[in-house]
Structures are given as structure tokens and as C-alpha cells.
């Protein structure tokens, strides 16, 4: 009878492994809901400097700062910052607009690859500093670090929401593990100062540099992963923050 239970048991833990489809250990490597500890060793970083052209993003009241600005630019400092170390694409070098599903689309053309898509806030009055956004289960750990480099650098501790699981376009929808950065609010007069300050945000860019190159290294920080949600993918008439 004991050994029949632990029969049953097996047959049913295989069959959610397969549910990505194919069988066996294959299908849990490319499980297309990213539910698998973090990504280690991987060869390629997608960039993703948020809005541009015609969607300039958050744009600060207290000294006009447009977000894609700075996203843009924070992302150039990224890429310096990797100095070769892992293989950099950018999905737009220039003031350019590219719709989200289009961002996806690029990230998701490369298997091994992660993405980071780098924003800047704005929200309710008062609010202030770094928060990440994820949503799949190997994205956590490059959040987990992601959020502790950015709250060193940043001299702005909140409130805020901090790393958050949010099922985005950007963090559901590409078939790569993917983080959401959002580097400081706008909206907050002296963070907005900060941000507008290119010393800032090159402390900003080696935070999510070294974020980086530590999940390259060593996978995931220790610490228990959350549980897998399957949900569909993220659609724009989705309520936000559905
Ligand atoms: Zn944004």
C-alpha cells in the first residue's frame, strides 16, 4: 500500500513537471511558465531602456526629467559597467518608440538570455526610492538581488513597494527570466534631483551591474523561491495591476 502511495505520488509530481509540455527533465528546463530556481551562467543580458519617442514615461514636475531620458542613459552606463563580461543587446539604443509586445518579442528570440528593463517611478506623494518588479519563479533570486545592490546605492528607503511580484507584459510574457527595474521615483522632488544627477546615476547602473554579474556567477541568493502561479499572459486591456 506504501509503496502504491509513493507510485501515485511520483506519477503526479512527473506529470506537473511535464506540464510545459514534452517530458522529463527538458520540459522542466524550458517550462514556459519559468517555474525553476534562477538562471546561472547565462550568455546574454537584453537591456530595455523604458518608453521613448513619443512616450516619454514619468516625467518630473520639480525639474523635467523625462523617464525615458534616464532609462536610456542608465542603460548606456549598464552596458559599460559589464564590460564584456556577458553578451549586451539593447532593445533601443536611441529616443525611439517600441511597443511592449515588440520588447518582448526581441527578448524572448534568444534561449540562455535574461531580461532587465530599466524605468523610473512616479506615484503617490511622498513615495521614494528603488523597487523590482517579477513575476516568474526564476526571476526572483536576479530581483532579491537586484533590490538589495539598488537599496545600497540609493540614500532613499521608502515607502515603497520594494521587490514586488506583479504579472506585467515585461515580467510574464517573455520566455526568459526578466526583472523590472524601477531605479527612483520622479515624482519625489529630492529623488528626482538625485536622478537628474549623472554621478547618481552611474552608482545606479554599477547596483544593477553588479546585480547582474552575481547572478551570472552564483544563480540564486539563498532563500526559498515563491510559489509558481499560473496565470495567462499579460494582455494591454488587462486592469492594471491585475
Ligand atoms: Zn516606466
Redesign the pocket.
Known amino acids: 500500500m506504501r509503496y502504491l502511495v509513493v507510485l501515485a505520488l511520483t506519477v503526479l509530481l512527473l506529470a506537473s513537471c511535464g506540464s510545459g509540455g514534452g517530458s522529463g527533465a527538458t520540459s522542466w528546463k524550458r517550462d514556459y511558465w519559468g517555474h525553476r530556481p534562477g538562471p546561472k551562467g547565462f550568455s546574454t543580458v537584453f537591456l530595455d531602456a523604458?518608453?521613448g519617442g513619443r512616450d516619454p514615461?514619468?516625467v518630473a514636475r520639480s525639474n523635467g526629467v523625462r523617464?525615458?531620458d534616464l532609462?536610456l542613459d542608465t542603460v548606456k552606463r549598464v552596458q559599460r559597467k559589464l564590460g564584456g563580461r556577458v553578451k549586451v543587446r539593447v532593445i533601443r539604443s536611441g529616443d525611439e518608440f517600441v511597443d511592449l509586445d515588440e520588447r518582448v518579442r526581441r527578448a524572448s528570440t534568444r534561449d540562455g538570455a535574461i531580461l532587465v528593463?530599466i524605468?523610473?517611478?512616479?506615484g503617490p506623494s511622498g513615495w521614494n526610492g528603488p523597487e523590482n518588479y517579477y513575476w516568474r519563479v526564476d526571476s526572483h533570486g536576479l530581483a532579491t538581488r537586484l533590490q538589495r545592490e539598488l537599496d545600497k546605492a540609493s540614500p532613499f528607503s521608502g515607502p515603497n513597494r520594494g521587490k514586488v511580484r506583479r504579472r506585467l507584459r515585461l515580467t510574464r510574457n517573455p520566455n526568459v527570466p526578466s526583472v523590472?527595474v524601477?531605479c527612483g521615483y520622479l515624482s519625489h522632488p529630492s529623488e528626482a534631483s538625485r536622478c537628474a544627477d549623472a554621478g547618481y546615476r552611474d552608482r545606479l547602473a554599477s547596483a544593477i551591474a553588479k546585480a547582474i554579474l552575481d547572478q551570472q556567477a552564483h544563480g540564486d541568493p539563498p532563500g526559498p523561491l515563491p510559489p509558481p502561479i499560473n496565470k495567462p499572459p499579460s494582455r494591454p486591456t488587462d486592469p492594471p495591476g491585475s
Not at 119 to 122: I, R, S
Open positions: 523604458g518608453h514615461g514619468a523617464e525615458k532609462a528593463s524605468h523610473y517611478n512616479a523590472l524601477e
